[in-house]
């Protein structure tokens, strides 16, 4: 604009020069056309150029000297095309002739019509104007030393100009035409009026631009100081559809543009120009404040302060969004810009440097600030030491640092976020109306869950230190604190360069849970590798679920209490993790004092697989092996493997579970308390069963062994099958189903006792048979019956009982284990009661004394075995009948006889 406006000046004074050398060869010669060739044969001297005068040439002598030009070229620079640079329709220029002697300049009005000005720079950066700008020999020092004391423009009047400028550097063009440009008249160190119309047209931006200017000018050309005042200036663009440009979007249709301010101007040796009541209207935008520009030939600064009024986008964004796009409804609504500037371009050795203070930006109620924000082009950098931003209840405040900003930008700094105040997020549902796969329900539970845990805070609160590249990120000293909770991580690194992601000691406190990790993945944004470490102490279940409960999340009805009451729990494992699996090494976890250890597990995503080569539990005197291997895990799962147990007696389990209310049975036998307890098996499970193979449990001298056993959880029934049970030399077999297996348990099924001899059967438990007068009875014995019972009754239906001879036959109901009632009902083939009864003769006093010394060791022993058999039969209440078809005792027989059998205690 500097050299468009030189450009115009030189035009002007050349063809006021012109003019009086017209009118000088008028007067001499009568015919001023005769001297056209003689001019433009003085400019291409002067200039180099051809300059031709095609129209007529008029002069006027007196009042008024006066000359008029037509059609009027100046060519174009050397090395560009061969158009003109400049050409005029009309030229007019009068000066009152008397005034001159009195050292009075009064002119007439300049008219300038259909002005074609063409600017042009090529492709090595070389201007069509250069060389007319150096025939001027840049600004004045003294302005003073004037011949005519005095003088008076009637006005200036330039019609119908049109300019041009063609860039081939940046292969862009502009036009500016029906320019018209007018005055008032112009008299020394008095105000007069101006105005600029024109169009403007550009390859660069697509669109029509109409512009309306105009001021009144206060100006003292002796002193250099200029003030515009009423500035008004008036853009209309035009456009069919929206078009972009760069990062301009212009809505369809026509838009204005307006600017009112005041302009100030110095042109002395400290030149300063200042813009002030500036009122800028973009839209509906609307922007206000004051700029000003000094010492632009020495240390040029531009300072000043700027204000965006309250922006309503409810009126912006429909000019921008079809009417269907309704979500800008519920988003922001207001927005506001306030900030002081300066700027400093760059004069060496300064550097350019651009400082925004007191920065303030309103979002509706939300806002940002800064006391200082500075950009500096030669270091490239970008400075804020002071950042806040308060908004959903959130405080933020950061300093920061931008390297390399017009290379590549690295930011450091540090961050505070204070979410203390932060009780819900429900001003979030707003924004959701952005991202339509949204769902608000979901929002709504996570908002509520956040709002719990941030009431029950006294403090939340995040810091870090980062520095951000477009190589990496990292994060130092990052700490996140939810009073008690807390999430402390030394280092984490993003690196793109390499798509890695590496962490150091990431430590997070929760809910009575302590977490710590160490973490790398490789091929961060392909086929992520991730491996490390993991270490795990918590409290109880117990402390875990009630802090978890404020949020809604309480334990599985079927959780073992054990995992409840138990403390501590921890975990430790080195992991890899992969697209295709995950591979768990060293797996420690202990719950109370059980203890598992895996060398290896793996869940393999590709086969949908999991395995572990070995499964170790160890505690309360439980040792537990396993080999497992699950398939269609994602869909069905069905798991297969192998199971090994050894335990210590049943007396030092139940010890250990006692704390937790689980006690054994009032009538559990006193061998499931003996050593060792051992349980083998296979194994698969379902969804659907589970189901164990090979069964073999060794409890003390009991062993039971079953070929299968399904258990239906769904269903809660428990089959048994070919189920072999034998205690010592006893040996129960047969099969069962318990259906359901819980909560009220109910079984049925078959049994076979195979014959045994019940004499040594009780010698090998420590007790001793009783005397009989045959010392051959009480050696055999065997039966067979079906059985259905619960938890509370046992019944014995087709019972078949053989003792040495005598068949009994018939069945036997129990009801009530604690206290037992017992109903019998059977038919004897034959007994021989003698055969049972003490022998016939009765030792002497000296023998009895004599046998109960030596045997009352043993029988002391006999008798506290059998104490608590005999507590047991104590408490039975017993009802039957039995029928014998053939009774023989004292050496008689009776047949068919019927024993009725009644025992209240």
Same mark, same amino acid.
């Given at each position: 604009m500097k050299y468009l406006v030189k450009i115009l000046l030189t035009i002007i004074s050349s063809s006021l020069i012109l003019g009086l050398l017209a009118g000088v060869i008028f007067l001499l010669k009568f015919d001023p056309n005769d001297y056209k060739t003689e001019i433009g044969r003085w400019v291409r001297t002067t200039t180099g150029r051809e300059f031709i005068i095609k129209g007529d040439l008029t002069l006027t002598l007196f009042p008024w000297l006066g000359i008029k030009l037509t059609q009027v070229s100046l060519a174009n620079a050397t090395g560009f095309d061969s158009s003109p640079f400049a050409s005029i329709e009309q030229i007019q220029l009068r000066v009152k002739v008397i005034p001159l002697f009195k050292q009075q300049l009064e002119i007439d009005t300049i008219v300038l019509d259909q002005v074609d000005l063409r600017l042009q720079r090529n492709a090595k950066g070389q201007t069509n104007w250069a060389d007319l700008v150096a025939l001027t020999g840049g600004p004045s020092t003294n302005r003073r030393n004037l011949m005519i004391a005095d003088f008076k423009l009637s006005g200036l009047i330039v019609t119908a100009a049109t300019?041009?400028?063609?860039?081939?550097?940046?292969?862009?063009?502009?036009?500016?035409?029906?320019?018209?440009?007018?005055?008032?008249?112009?008299?020394?160190?008095?105000?007069?009026?101006?105005?600029?119309?024109?169009?403007?047209?550009?390859?660069?931006?697509?669109?029509?631009?109409?512009?309306?200017?105009?001021?009144?000018?206060y100006w003292n050309f002796v002193t250099q100081h200029y003030r515009f005042e009423s500035l008004q200036l008036a853009v209309q663009l035009a456009s069919s559809s929206a078009t972009r440009s760069q990062s301009l979007v212009i809505p369809p249709g026509f838009q204005q543009f307006s600017l009112t301010s005041q302009l100030t101007l110095n042109l002395t040796n400290q030149p300063n120009l200042k813009l002030s009541a500036i009122r800028l209207q973009v839209l509906p935008v609307i922007l206000t404040g004051?700029?000003?520009?000094?010492?632009?030939?020495?240390?040029?600064?531009?300072?000043?302060?700027?204000?965006?009024?309250?922006?309503?986008?409810?009126?912006?964004?429909?000019?921008?969004?079809?009417?269907?796009?309704?979500?800008?409804?519920?988003?922001?609504?207001?927005?506001?810009?306030?900030?002081?500037?300066?700027?400093?371009?760059?004069?060496?050795?300064?550097?350019?440097?651009?400082?925004?203070?007191q920065l303030q930006i309103t979002i509706d109620d939300h806002q940002v600030s800064t006391p200082q924000l500075i950009v500096n082009w030669a270091e490239q950098t970008l400075v804020i030491k002071s950042l806040s931003i308060l908004a959903l209840g959130m405080s933020l405040h950061s300093q920061l640092m931008v390297k390399q900003l017009l290379t590549q930008p690295v930011v450091t700094g540090k961050l505070s976020i204070d979410l203390t105040t932060l009780t819900k997020l429900s001003n979030l549902k707003k924004w959701s109306n952005l991202w339509s796969e949204i769902d608000l329900t979901t929002l709504t539970k996570w908002s509520n869950s956040l709002s719990i845990l941030f009431k029950s805070a006294k403090t939340?609160?995040?810091?870090?230190?980062?520095?951000?590249?477009?190589?990496?990120?990292?994060?130092?000293?990052?700490?996140?604190?939810?009073?008690?909770n807390h999430l402390s991580l030394p280092?984490?690194?993003?690196?793109?360069?390499?798509?890695?992601?590496?962490?150091?000691?990431l430590l997070i406190q929760i809910s009575g849970v302590k977490l710590k990790i160490k973490l790398q993945i490789n091929q961060l944004f392909s086929q992520f590798l991730g491996e490390g470490e993991v270490q795990l102490v918590a409290d109880g279940g117990e402390t875990i679920f009630r802090h978890l409960s404020q949020f809604g999340i309480k334990p599985l009805p079927t959780l073992p209490p054990l995992l409840l009451t138990v403390k501590p729990i921890s975990l430790a494992t080195q992991f890899k993790v992969s697209m295709a699996e995950i591979v768990l090494?060293?797996?420690?976890?202990?719950?109370?004092?059980?203890?598992?250890?895996?060398?290896?597990?793996?869940?393999?995503?590709?086969?949908?697989?999991?395995?572990?080569?070995?499964l170790l539990v160890q505690g309360w005197g439980i040792n537990l092996k396993?080999?497992?291997?699950?398939?269609?895990?994602?869909?069905?799962?069905?798991?297969?493997?192998?199971?090994?147990?050894?335990?210590?007696?049943?007396?030092?389990?139940?010890?250990?579970?006692?704390?937790?209310?689980?006690?054994?049975?009032?009538?559990?036998?006193?061998?499931?308390?003996?050593?060792p307890i051992s349980l083998a098996t296979?194994?698969?499970?379902?969804?659907?069963?589970?189901?164990?193979?090979?069964?073999?449990?060794?409890?003390?001298?009991?062993?039971?062994?079953?070929?299968?056993?399904?258990?239906?959880?769904?269903?809660?029934? $428990?089959? @048994?099958? #070919? =189920? &072999? !049970? *034998?205690?010592?030399?006893?040996?129960?077999? +047969?099969?069962?189903?318990?259906?359901?297996?819980?909560?009220?348990?109910?079984?049925?099924?078959?049994?076979?006792?195979?014959?045994?001899?019940?004499?040594?059967?009780?010698?090998?438990?420590?007790?001793?048979?009783?005397?009989?007068?045959?010392?051959?009875?009480?050696?055999?014995?065997?039966?067979?019956?079906?059985?259905?019972?619960?938890?509370?009754? $046992?019944? @014995?239906? #087709? =019972? &078949? !009982? *053989?003792?040495?001879?005598?068949?009994?036959? +018939?069945q036997v109901k129990v009801q009530n284990?604690?206290?037992?009632?017992?109903?019998?009902?059977?038919?004897?083939?034959?007994?021989?009661?003698?055969?049972?009864?003490?022998?016939?003769?009765?030792?002497?006093?000296?023998?009895?004394?004599?046998?109960?010394?030596?045997?009352?060791?043993?029988?002391?022993?006999?008798?506290?075995?059998?104490?608590?058999? $005999?507590?047991?039969?104590?408490?039975?209440?017993?009802?039957?009948?039995?029928?014998?078809?053939?009774?023989?005792?004292?050496?008689?027989?009776?047949?068919?006889?019927?024993?009725?059998?009644?025992?209240?205690?």
């Open positions: 300019v041009v400028w063609e860039d081939q550097l940046t292969q862009s063009n502009y036009r500016w035409s029906q320019l018209n440009f007018s005055t008032s008249a112009i008299t020394p160190a008095q105000p007069f009026n101006c105005h600029l119309q024109m169009t403007m047209e550009s390859n660069v931006l697509p669109w029509r631009t109409q512009l309306n200017l105009s001021s009144v000018v004051e700029v000003q520009f000094k010492n632009w030939y020495t240390a040029p600064i531009l300072t000043g302060q700027l204000q965006l009024v309250k922006l309503n986008l409810a009126a912006l964004f429909p000019m921008f969004m079809k009417s269907s796009e309704e979500w800008w409804q519920t988003m922001v609504k207001t927005v506001a810009v306030k900030t002081q500037f300066e700027f400093k371009p760059a004069v060496k050795p300064s550097p350019a440097v651009l400082s925004l203070n939340v609160v995040l810091e870090t230190k980062f520095e951000i590249a477009s190589s990496a990120i990292s994060l130092t000293d990052f700490q996140f604190r939810a009073s008690p280092k984490l690194l993003i690196d793109f360069t390499h798509s890695r992601l590496s962490t150091e000691g090494s060293q797996l420690f976890l202990q719950v109370g004092q059980i203890q598992l250890h895996s060398p290896q597990l793996l869940i393999d995503f590709t086969h949908s697989r999991l395995s572990t080569a070995e396993v080999k497992l291997q699950v398939n269609q895990l994602f869909s069905q799962p069905l798991g297969e493997g192998e199971m090994q147990l050894v335990a210590d007696e049943g007396e030092t389990i139940f010890r250990h579970l006692s704390p937790f209310g689980i006690k054994p049975l009032p009538t559990l036998p006193p061998l499931l308390t003996v050593n296979q194994f698969k499970v379902s969804m659907a069963e589970i189901v164990l193979s090979q069964l073999l449990l060794q409890v003390g001298q009991m062993q039971l062994h079953s070929p299968q056993i399904i258990y239906r959880p769904w269903v809660q029934t $428990l089959q @048994l099958t #070919q =189920l &072999t !049970l *034998q205690i010592l030399n006893l040996v129960v077999s +047969g099969q069962l189903t318990f259906e359901p297996l819980f909560p009220a348990t109910k079984f049925r099924g078959n049994l076979t006792v195979t014959e045994f001899n019940p004499r040594d059967w009780l010698s090998r438990l420590g007790l001793s048979a009783p005397k009989t007068a045959d010392s051959q009875v009480l050696s055999k014995m065997a039966g067979i019956t079906t059985v259905e019972g619960s938890l509370s009754h $046992l019944s @014995l239906d #087709q =019972l &078949t !009982l *053989q003792l040495d001879q005598s068949t009994l036959q +018939g284990f604690s206290a037992p009632v017992i109903n019998f009902e059977g038919v004897v083939n034959e007994v021989n009661v003698d055969r049972y009864l003490p022998p016939p003769s009765s030792p002497t006093a000296t023998e009895i004394k004599s046998k109960t010394e030596i045997s009352s060791t043993n029988s002391t022993q006999s008798i506290q075995q059998l104490g608590l058999w $005999l507590t047991y039969l104590h408490n039975l209440k017993l009802t039957g009948q039995l029928r014998v078809s053939k009774l023989q005792t004292g050496g008689g027989e009776i047949h068919n006889a019927l024993l009725k059998i009644t025992a209240p205690n």
